[in-house]
């Protein structure tokens, strides 16, 4: 390695059924790449190549928050020039902000000789996370920079559990042509559950972990419900009910809001029945007159990579 890394930030779903703030998976595709580059500058240098109306001042950019607070704890002064071509849509619920944070200290951590561990740069790219919405959730830096699903089983102190997933299984994402902002989507949530919701969302989150790990599909399935946040985030997708009845008949094994929405997410056992059932979402929002991009990926096993010198 020179001055220079080249890295693929793949997007992630968070709040993985009813992992709310817990359990997300990274992607295969759509993902971002960002260049990132040592610089003498007196500060970062973000430059957006790819149009995507990204805030360019370091104090701003969720990449340089997270950057700073990597480079607070070594004590460095190193600053760096950030180039993003994001492919991920800003606001659309599959990781953007995650993945120009995760990505960025992912790429200055090589730059720098690997000070730390990938998991150890989960905590600087939640500072991102804060600066972008207002909360450090983890659901999905962890999974951008570790690939797989990933469980944030604590936040203080913070534990981040990798969960190995079946062998085969493939998600779909539609993301309609609507944006929704994380902050505001959190800020209408309730701040206390009554004991018989909490009672369910443990049982539906053990039964997923556990139909994951064993790669038992119908407790995966049983357990895709969250009832504490989708059912008050859900009002802000239109056609959200359609499109989710849509992805069950054309066999998916579950499915919900992707991170704070609008996208909606679709987990199956096999590429066709993914294909189907994004196809299925797709028409529902079109049959409304909502556009919007469908992606149909394997769950993502790596997380963050560097790319070939000279791609
Ligand atoms: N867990 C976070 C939230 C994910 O729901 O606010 C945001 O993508």
Do not use: W
């Given at each position: 390695v020179e001055d220079g890394v080249h890295i693929y930030a793949p997007a992630t779903v968070a709040n993985v059924g009813p992992g709310f703030d817990i359990l997300g998976f990274a992607m295969n595709h759509p993902g971002d790449e960002m260049l990132i580059e040592k610089t003498k500058a007196a500060q970062h240098i973000i430059i957006d190549s790819s149009g995507a109306g990204l805030p360019l001042g370091p104090e701003k950019n969720v990449a340089t928050v997270a950057l700073d607070a990597m480079l607070g704890q070594l004590g460095s002064k190193q600053k760096f020039q950030l180039t993003f071509l994001k492919k991920i849509a800003p606001g659309s619920g599959i990781g953007s902000s995650a993945a120009s944070a995760a990505g960025a200290v992912y790429g200055a951590n090589v730059l720098l000789g690997n000070p730390f561990t990938t998991t150890g740069l989960v905590p600087f790219a939640m500072m991102g996370e804060e600066a972008a919405s207002g909360s450090a959730h983890a659901d999905n830096v962890a999974p951008a920079l570790l690939g797989g699903f990933v469980l944030i089983r604590s936040y203080e102190p913070l534990d981040i559990i990798s969960i190995p997933g079946p062998e085969q299984i493939f998600c779909s994402v539609v993301c309609p042509e609507i944006s929704i902002a994380t902050e505001k989507s959190r800020k209408?949530?309730?701040?206390?559950?009554?004991?018989?919701?909490?009672?369910?969302?443990?049982?539906?989150?053990?039964?997923?972990?556990?139909?994951?790990?064993?790669?038992?599909?119908?407790?995966?399935?049983?357990?895709?419900?969250?009832?504490?946040?989708?059912?008050?985030?859900?009002?802000?997708?239109?056609?959200?009910?359609?499109?989710?009845?849509?992805?069950?008949?054309?066999?998916?094994?579950?499915?919900?809001?992707?991170?704070?929405?609008?996208?909606?997410?679709?987990?199956?056992?096999?590429?066709?029945?993914?294909?189907?059932?994004?196809?299925?979402?797709?028409?529902?929002?079109?049959?409304?007159?909502?556009?919007?991009?469908?992606?149909?990926?394997?769950?993502?096993?790596?997380?963050?990579?560097?790319?070939?010198?000279?791609?």
């Open positions: 209408i949530l309730k701040t206390t559950v009554p004991l018989e919701k909490a009672v369910t969302q443990c049982g539906n989150v053990a039964g997923l972990v556990t139909g994951l790990i064993t790669g038992n599909f119908r407790l995966i399935s049983d357990s895709m419900h969250d009832v504490i946040a989708e059912p008050i985030r859900s009002f802000l997708i239109p056609e959200y009910e359609n499109v989710i009845q849509a992805a069950l008949n054309a066999g998916a094994l579950g499915c919900g809001i992707s991170g704070s929405g609008p996208s909606i997410f679709a987990l199956s056992k096999d590429e066709d029945t993914a294909m189907m059932a994004g196809e299925e979402m797709d028409r529902v929002f079109a049959s409304a007159d909502i556009g919007s991009s469908v992606f149909i990926s394997p769950v993502n096993k790596q997380g963050i990579k560097l790319l070939p010198e000279g791609t």
